[in-house]
């Protein structure tokens, strides 16, 4: 968009941003959604420009794609219809009647890209037998019984569940400490504020700073998507579990920021090396701050916040723990010679798959089988979740109290996610 440098720029923005390197090593969807919804718009933007099909069948691939990889793709249609609805009012579409008929035809596309990525398995009954549980596809249900959706039934589902979880009273809201029944608005705008690095917030400011200094060509492909997607979050979809769920708004952000290598863009005006020096300036100082934290990402915040696993008591879930410190847990059992541990561990895989013998940590006083208590982040501020046991997950959400020991210095912290303490010798003995 603003030339070689800005592209080299907006990549190093990314390159070093903690959530990217943290779910580049994790199995999640959250980097796969951000790329196929980056190509989305962008593609489709390309085609309301050029009128080209070529760029159309570029869209429609991206577009199948992010309907497969997550439900944020839903948000794709109110996205594209503002990217077209922007160049056709600007009067930067090529050809306004077939843009709005290759935006039409993305309709079938996403129908028999679902159908297709899910083997045909299409539940043609009416909708009222469905066996939704959201409030939303309730009142779908209610009021449109006898629909019958070409949609597979699996997705569906997988919908209606994800639109339950940001009910409120289903999925716990932690924030500043407290642990909330009810998602709340502000959720994102803070954990941002204490999650983002320093260098990439000092280069948002300045960026912004420079709008009325610039000629933005690409307004509609960067910013309407992040504002649709934070308002998404903040308001309509709230689920209020982590900063992995605004993940795709980042390369927007990283691209929108590669322009301070082209600042100044207005003809006939100077000082282009001057903010191509601070812009790099703010990226190195960005790659510091994440190369600090290495090679815990996912529990990184800023300075200001505490630093990398200081800010668990602002923020956690997957914020902080995703069950990511068996392996910093075993070598750390390893060095200071701990056959075994109480363990209460948030995560989906048996402890002892990576060599650890553990007690599971249940709640009440732990017993004589081991002098050490490892809790995970997700336990220790009081969050709810069924745990993993030799046994099995347990049947109910587990909840301890671990308030007497928030005063006191853990012997370890495993992974930024995981605290070690010694229970005897050393006094504790609740």
């Known amino acids: 968009l603003h030339g070689a440098a800005a592209g080299v720029l907006a990549l190093g923005f990314y390159a070093f941003l903690p959530e990217a390197l943290a779910h580049a090593g994790l199995a999640t969807l959250d ?23 070529g ?109 339950r979880a940001g009910q409120a009273g289903i999925t716990p809201t ?60 903040m308001f309509f979809l709230p689920l209020d579990a982590g900063i992995r769920y605004m993940f795709p708004i980042m390369p927007f952000l990283c691209v929108w920021l590669g322009a301070l290598a082209a600042l100044p863009l207005v003809p006939g005006t100077r000082g282009r090396a001057t903010w191509r020096r601070i812009g790099v300036a703010l990226a190195v100082l960005q790659a510091v701050e994440c190369g600090l934290a290495a090679p815990w990402y996912l529990s990184f915040f800023n300075r200001l916040s505490g630093g990398p696993g200081g800010g668990y008591t602002l923020l956690n879930d997957s914020n902080v723990d995703w069950g990511q410190g068996l392996i910093a847990l075993r070598d750390e059992m390893t060095t200071r ?15 002892a798959l990576y ?37 099995g997950r347990t049947p109910e959400s587990v909840v301890m109290d671990f308030r007497a020991l928030w005063s006191v210095p853990p012997a370890a912290r495993p992974g930024d996610c995981m605290y070690l303490f010694r229970l005897r010798p050393g006094g504790m003995r609740r």
Not at 33 to 47: E, K, R, V
Not at 337 to 351: K, Q, W
């Open 31 to 53: 980097l796969a959604t951000a790329l196929t919804l980056l190509a989305s718009c962008y593609a489709f933007w390309m085609f309301a420009r050029s009128g080209r099909w």
């Open 55 to 163: 760029w159309w069948w570029g869209t429609a691939g991206a577009v199948a794609g992010a309907f497969l990889v997550r439900y944020t793709a839903l948000l794709l249609g109110p996205a594209l219809l503002g990217i077209a609805v922007f160049e056709v009012l600007r009067r930067r579409a090529r050809r306004p009647r077939r843009l709005w008929i290759g935006l039409l035809l993305l309709v079938p596309v996403v129908i028999v890209a679902l159908d297709a990525g899910y083997l045909g398995a299409v539940q043609w009954a009416p909708l009222r037998e469905w066996p939704l549980q959201s409030r939303s596809f309730q009142a779908l249900q209610g009021l449109l019984p006898s629909l019958r959706l070409p949609l597979p039934f699996s997705w569906v589902m997988g919908l209606d569940y994800q639109a």
């Open 174 to 233: 932690y924030l500043l400490g407290r642990v909330l029944a009810h998602p709340v608005w502000y959720y994102f705008p803070l954990a941002f504020l204490f999650k983002w690095p320093l260098g990439f917030w000092g280069a948002l400011l300045v960026r912004a700073g420079r709008l009325r200094a610039t000629r933005e060509r690409s307004g509609a492909v960067l910013v309407l998507p992040v504002a649709l997607l934070l308002a998404s979050g």
């Open 337 to 351: 010679g701990i056959r075994r541990v109480h363990l209460a561990y948030h995560g989906t895989a048996d402890p």
């Open 355 to 391: 060599g650890i013998e553990y007690v599971p940590c249940l709640g009440g006083s732990p017993g004589r089988e081991s002098d050490w208590l490892a809790v995970s982040s997700y336990y220790f501020v009081g969050l709810p979740q069924t745990m993993m046991t030799p046994a």
